[in-house]
Every structure is written in C-alpha cells, then in structure tokens.
C-alpha cells in the first residue's frame, strides 16, 4: 500500500499581517531551551510506551521538534514522515511542509498520526483534527501531546501569554474539551497519560531537587499534570443489516394470514 500525497506550500506571512498564533520556527526554538529540551525528553519517553503497540504502514508526525530529536524512532512502522506545519523563510524551505489543516494525503491511507503540540498552535484545531480524521484507516491511531492549562503549566500561561513568549502564548485544551472534540468526530480514546508535575523552571538544579513531584503526582493527582497524551481509535460506523431468518420448516410462514386447511373432495 502506498502513500501518494501533494505537498501544499503555504507562502510565509508579511510583517505587515497581524498574526494571533506564534509559528512552529518559535516553538522549534524555544525546545532548544533547557525546559524545552526537558520536555522533549519526558515526552519521547512517554512515545516510547506507546509507538511500538503500533501497527500498519504509514505513520506520520504533524508538526517537526527539536532539530536531532526522533519521536518516532520506538516505533515499528517502517514508512515514517515528518511534515512541518508551518511558515518558512524562502532561502532555507525544509523538505517537507504543509497545512496543518489541508493534509496532502488521500482519505484512509494513513495508519497513526502522531500529533506533538500542534493544536496549541493552529487557528483552528477541529478542522486539523477532521483532517486527521480524514486521513486514517479505519480503526487507525492518533496520539495528541498537549500542554493541560489546569495544572502550574497553565498557571505560568496567566501571567505569561499576553507577553508573546513560547510556549504561554499557545492555547492550552484541557482534556475533557479535547475528548469531546475526539467523540464528536468518531474516536474512541483508548489511552491516557500524564507528566510533568514539577513547575516550569528554568533552573536545572532546582527541577532535580523538585523530581519527587513526579511520583507524588502521578500517585494522587494526576489531572494537574502539565502534560499530556492521549490515544485514539477511529471507529467506523456500521450499519447492521436484518439477518434473514431460516426457518427448518420447508414453507414460508407470513404472520397475519390464514393457515391453509385441507379440502376434500365432494363425490355425488
């Protein structure tokens, strides 16, 4: 089975537009950071407990991360593509790039679609989830990593977002809101994991002093997590049609009729 897809090139904004949502590059740059690469890290563990359950043909990452950083590399699917999802500058174009919202793939062709921050970042997030909905198989995977804003992730984005910086000024989807979203479009969640329970620090001795907030965190409150990922199942709808009902019984019995009766015949 093959994967024919026509890449989309969005032109890259001018200065002059106003633009409500930071670009992957933005993003991309602030995983280089010490935190940014913390999560990268905690994240790529959490793939790895989950990719290799993965089967089919085609996987496909929505959305590139730090230059060098593999998220898909635990997984046993051997067609694997990585598609940025974001503007570019003219003179250094990656090799592969398109709309998160207009994926260049026939419908049902994709196996598992992995989907690392993308919505926080996307204008609109229900078309690029009916995107994805669109383009896998029937009972096909998706994975979501995202930031929950009921956690002290979310309560760094009050005081941060107004201020532009990454990754605050994303949209932070809480859990029930993204599971309604899946629901409506006909996925089914299979899996939940939480991570990331210290603060969001700078300061890499302090976050080794605040690791025993992981275990404490998963043990008692795992919903005030700052992270996490989510595994869905596209079901498929099926209509069930009337089996027809075979009967031992030669005749054929239509209720509401008259049962037949023997005539005899009237000799003079």
């Known amino acids: 089975m093959m994967l024919t897809f026509e890449p989309i090139w969005p032109k890259a904004k001018s200065s002059s ?8 590059q933005a993003f991309c740059a602030w995983l280089e950071k010490p935190l940014g690469r913390r999560l990268l890290k905690t994240e790529r563990a959490e793939l790895e407990r989950i990719l ?23 997984s046993r699917i051997w067609h694997q593509v990585v598609l940025e999802t974001g503007t570019w500058s003219e003179a250094q174009p990656p090799s592969l790039l398109s709309r998160a919202d207009t994926l260049p793939f026939a419908s049902a062709t ?6 690392p921050h993308v919505l ?5 997030p229900h078309q690029v989830l ?20 009921w956690s002290l992730w979310g309560l760094w984005r009050l005081f941060l977002w107004r201020w532009g910086q990454v990754p605050w000024c994303g949209r932070f989807y809480s859990l029930t809101r993204l599971r309604d979203w899946l629901a409506l479009l006909g996925f089914e969640t299979v899996e939940l994991r939480y991570f990331l329970f210290r603060p969001p620090l700078q300061h890499p ?19 005030l997590a700052g992270g996490y990922l989510v595994v869905a199942k596209k079901q498929v709808m099926r209509l069930n049609p009337v089996d027809p009902l075979w009967r031992k019984e030669e005749g054929l019995e239509i209720p509401g009729l008259a049962e037949p009766t023997a005539r005899e015949r009237i000799r003079d």
């Open 17 to 24: 537009q106003k633009r409500d949502y930071p670009s992957r």
């Open 52 to 74: 290799p359950g993965l089967f089919g043909y085609h996987l496909v990452q929505l959305g590139a991360v730090r230059k060098g950083t593999d998220l898909l590399s635990s």
């Open 110 to 115: 994709v196996d598992g679609m992995v989907l």
């Open 120 to 124: 926080e970042y996307e204008a609109n």
């Open 130 to 149: 009916r995107e994805v909905q669109r383009v896998l198989v029937p009972y096909g995977t998706l994975v979501v990593l995202g930031f929950n804003p």
């Open 205 to 223: 001795r302090l976050m080794r002093r605040l690791r025993f907030l992981e275990g404490v965190g998963q043990r008692w409150w795992p919903f």
